[in-house]
């Protein structure tokens, strides 16, 4: 059974740094794409980044674009993501994402298990 | 990037009724490149189907997905109650990954 285990959230102040971390087991981490996708209080999913399985890509979302940063250390299955520079519109819940498998082991971008989630509170 | 817009923003209906949901992409979307999410407050997303038609496993067959282009559709059979709860659209062909806004769907 995978399980994704979030950790890390809280209140910090805007100007701020946290490290977000995800841990994850059941499934052969080394193997999956990875992400981060995040939810406003009250609002819908936003896409935040990726890394891919072999740490060789990431991507982010233009609005954390610079400030945020992600990582994974595959001999933890450990997934992290170090956010600088805070500011209040970074306040919601951030879930860690495993990416699907297509055809030949093709990895797609649609999220086929989540974590619970970790909430992010960024306020003086 | 690509807009989805779901559609309604709230759905009433009833157990036992069937539901249909749409999600209209502001550009085509690469190979039907098209997932469902299923949302109860409080708790994460959960998966429900992808390349806009296929179920994921252990998601029953009341729920089917269908659609190209920039035309989406998620059909609920025959509702339970355990079905009531915010669904999402996203769309994973192009870059950057979009989601829909998503549609409420509460008992009548």
């Known amino acids: 059974q995978v399980n994704l285990v979030e950790s890390g959230g809280g209140v910090v102040q805007p100007g701020r740094s946290l490290r977000l971390s995800c841990t994850a087991s059941?499934?052969?981490?080394?193997?999956?794409?990875l992400h981060w996708v995040r939810q406003a209080p009250g609002k819908g999913l936003e896409w935040v980044s990726f890394?891919?399985?072999?740490?060789?890509?990431?991507k982010y979302a233009d609005s954390v674009k610079g400030r945020f940063t992600i990582s994974r250390d595959n001999s933890m299955n450990t997934l992290y993501l170090q956010m600088n520079s805070l500011r209040p519109e970074d306040t919601a819940v951030y879930y860690c994402?495993?990416?699907?498998?297509?055809?030949?082991?093709?990895?797609?971008?649609?999220?086929?298990?989540w974590g619970q989630g970790t909430l992010v509170t960024v306020s003086s | 990037d690509i807009v989805l817009t779901q559609s309604p923003g709230t759905l009433s209906l009833s157990p036992g009724e069937r539901a249909t949901l749409s999600c209209r992409a502001s550009?085509?979307?690469?190979?039907?490149?098209l997932a469902w999410y299923q949302q109860i407050p409080g708790q994460a997303p959960r998966f429900l189907i992808y390349?806009?038609?296929n179920r994921a496993s252990g998601i029953p067959d009341r729920f089917s997905g269908s659609g190209s282009g920039t035309d989406f559709t998620l059909t609920i059979s025959r509702l339970e109650p355990e079905d009531f709860a915010v669904y999402y659209c996203?769309?994973?062909?192009?870059?950057?990954?979009?989601f829909g806004q998503g549609t409420r769907l509460e008992i009548k």
């Open positions: 994402a495993k990416s699907g498998m297509g055809r030949f082991g093709v990895p797609r971008p649609y999220f086929d298990w």
């Open positions: 059941g499934f052969t981490f080394t193997s999956f794409d």
């Open positions: 890394v891919s399985s072999d740490r060789g890509h990431e």
């Open positions: 550009q085509t979307v690469s190979s039907s490149y």
């Open positions: 390349g806009a038609s």
């Open positions: 996203q769309q994973y062909g192009s870059s950057p990954i979009t």
